[in-house]
């Protein structure tokens, strides 16, 4: 069966860049009714790239939801077991959103633009709609609303090199997790040290969706030496990372400890959120089940289509692979799965099932070691 | 420039149908999360066979919305202007919802399957999240969650002949927007008359994910004798039909007035419902353009893939088509687009620019016809 080709229509949102970003890629998903490239060369040519040079990559999918008004910091507050009261104009923070059930309905990186006013640059579900309804029918007084600033994002080791050449202030002025306000090519752009990499670079946020292919191609100018080509999110690197992927590390169904994004905050936060009962309760009695990093070693496993069964110490099938693939600089696969709780300890062998037969791994730390207690 | 391919992962949830759905699919985009088959042979050849034959559509992206509990009748009154007090089980009702700018969030299909317990089976956009924030936001009480279920379609004129071969009940008992509920190979189902062309049909709401394969299957065997091919919703038939695609031919920011749905109900329902008095304001000044059909000679205008701008009566470009095709039936082009209110009578002259050149057309009434006054 050959995979089907994308159909463009209105109801996918165009990208500001797709003019020059579709061009060379070979298959694209759609991410927040945006089409997002997903292939260019080949997954591991672009990952061995990603890790030398630098890309620029149409992440435009990752679209931004506006809070605004007097109510605006509590609100963002309400949406997240994060604690927000510090965050600063200038500041961004990943903060799981969660429900009543502290079910995930998002992991957005939050941009504090001013005290009253915030993005969330968010992955895909319509959280803009979420907000909206929790606005709505709790009367917050803020505005809530899509404001049509889409990002393109450069990644890689060279980031810091080209951004050097578009902008006048030294680039060690964005620290890791700000951002700044800045124009290139004559259009204002918020740029923030961020990315879903692990190379390190920079997202710019393009306010003016007209503007798109001129920023583009004025990024593309300035690297004519750094060995610059079109990327996207590469699934190497990003399993690699860690990074987690909404929609298939984690949804609605999980909640932040069992994922373990409970590393970016601190239970107890005072100010009121959605869910800390819920969350509460799975604090004190503990998650049931563990994401967890995984190795295979050998190669041939591709990224599941849905998810992978998984035995854990020869016993019963009680697990499951999220993500998976295999790493051309480890020589074996890396993988993101649940695993019951107590059964997560680093080194406890697994047997995956997949299509092209079993496959024994073993559960790891977050250097991919599988040694227990490794230094 | 080749179009991509469409790369599939976890994150894309998986029809129940797909392992036969999208054999021969040869383009497909992605709705609700879930991959749905936009085309197999050809966009005419599948609209022809759609008019004489019957077709099996794995609409699976059109998900379900649950509510229930004591507060879903008013809650569900909450969402939309139509009228639900009269709504009972068995019933289905297609019902605009929208925000408190009386923005269109979603033109769901509102099945009532118990006077406690509905189903939105929705448009593109993640109205779960939309009504799981209302509710927690003011406190209704009812539980909303996604019940995993997933449409499977039937449609075409030989539709009532393939579902009497699956079904003891004489089909003629399920009317227009109502349902039953059936076996079909041993799998319990909602059977609706409902469907999104113009041919009559129905839709089966399966629950058991797991037997989606065999329940293809059985369809597929009862309709050996019936030129039976799979399809899917086709974009010169829901045209002709009037039926309006959400992200297309409407989105958050045009209202039901503007958009023509204020057929599917009254203005000043008694319950309470978001977006009311933004809706009576509209309804009061009249709405500033105007959804109208229109008709252009000749060939060769591809739709579009964000809006073609439109001049009205030879006068400024105040106009966009949203959605166009050539019609082989009626020899011209048939399309939707939005002009300003007090130029919306049938017969006005329009010019469209499209990539292939300017193209003049009319507007046409509901039957297509462009004579003003038309009988």
């Known amino acids: 069966m050959t995979t089907p080709r994308l159909s463009f229509s209105r109801r996918l949102r165009k990208s500001p860049f797709e003019a020059r970003s579709h061009a060379g890629a070979t298959a694209a998903s759609v991410y927040n009714h945006v089409v997002l490239p997903t292939a260019y060369a080949s997954l591991e040519e672009?990952?061995?790239?990603?890790?030398?040079?630098?890309?620029?990559?149409?992440?435009?999918?990752?679209?931004q939801v506006e809070v605004q008004g007097p109510d605006a910091l509590r609100l963002m507050e309400y949406l997240t077991p994060r604690d927000l009261s510090q965050i600063e104009p200038g500041q961004c923070m990943y903060a799981p959103l969660v429900d009543e059930n502290a079910g995930i309905v998002n992991d957005p990186i939050i941009l504090c633009l001013a005290p009253d006013r915030f993005w969330l640059s968010i992955s895909d579900s319509d959280v803009l709609l979420w907000v909206k309804g929790l606005a709505a029918g709790?009367?917050?007084?803020?505005?809530?609303?899509?404001?049509?600033?889409?990002?393109v994002s450069i990644q890689g080791p060279k980031s810091d090199a080209l951004l050097s050449r578009l902008i006048a202030r030294p680039t060690a002025d964005i620290r890791r997790f700000r951002f700044i306000e800045a124009e290139v090519a004559g259009t204002h752009l918020?740029?923030?040290?961020?990315?879903?990499?692990?190379?390190?670079?920079?997202?710019?946020?393009?306010?003016?969706?007209?503007?798109?292919?001129?920023?583009?191609?004025?990024?593309?100018?300035?690297?004519?030496?750094?060995?610059l080509r079109p990327?996207?999110?590469?699934?190497?690197?990003?399993?690699?990372?860690?990074?987690?992927?909404?929609?298939?590390d984690m949804t609605l169904l999980n909640n932040p400890i069992e994922a373990g994004l409970d590393r970016f905050f601190?239970?107890?936060?005072?100010?009121?959120?959605?869910?800390?009962?819920?969350?509460?309760?799975?604090?004190?009695?503990?998650?049931?089940?563990?994401?967890?990093?995984?190795?295979?070693?050998?190669?041939?496993?591709?990224?599941?289509?849905?998810?992978?069964?998984?035995?854990?110490?020869?016993g019963e099938q009680t697990g499951y692979v999220t993500s998976i693939c295999y790493s051309p600089r480890m020589d074996c696969h890396v993988g993101l799965g649940y695993v019951p709780a107590d059964c997560c300890t680093v080194g406890t062998p697994i047997t995956l099932l997949t299509p092209v037969g079993k496959a024994e791994g073993q559960i790891a730390d977050e250097h991919w070691r599988t040694e227990p207690n490794a230094k």
């Open 46 to 63: 672009d990952y061995w790239h990603l890790r030398e040079h630098v890309q620029i990559w149409d992440v435009a999918c990752q679209v």
């Open 138 to 151: 709790a009367g917050f007084n803020v505005r809530v609303f899509d404001p049509d600033v889409f990002p």
């Open 190 to 227: 918020v740029i923030a040290r961020t990315g879903w990499s692990g190379q390190g670079g920079f997202e710019f946020y393009l306010g003016d969706p007209a503007k798109g292919v001129e920023l583009w191609d004025t990024i593309v100018a300035a690297a004519t030496d750094l060995n």
């Open 231 to 248: 990327g996207c999110p590469n699934l190497i690197d990003r399993i690699e990372t860690g990074l987690l992927s909404h929609g298939n």
């Open 266 to 314: 601190k239970m107890g936060k005072k100010a009121d959120y959605l869910g800390r009962d819920a969350l509460e309760q799975i604090a004190r009695t503990g998650p049931s089940q563990r994401l967890v990093r995984l190795t295979v070693p050998g190669s041939g496993i591709t990224n599941p289509r849905d998810t992978y069964p998984m035995a854990i110490a020869g």
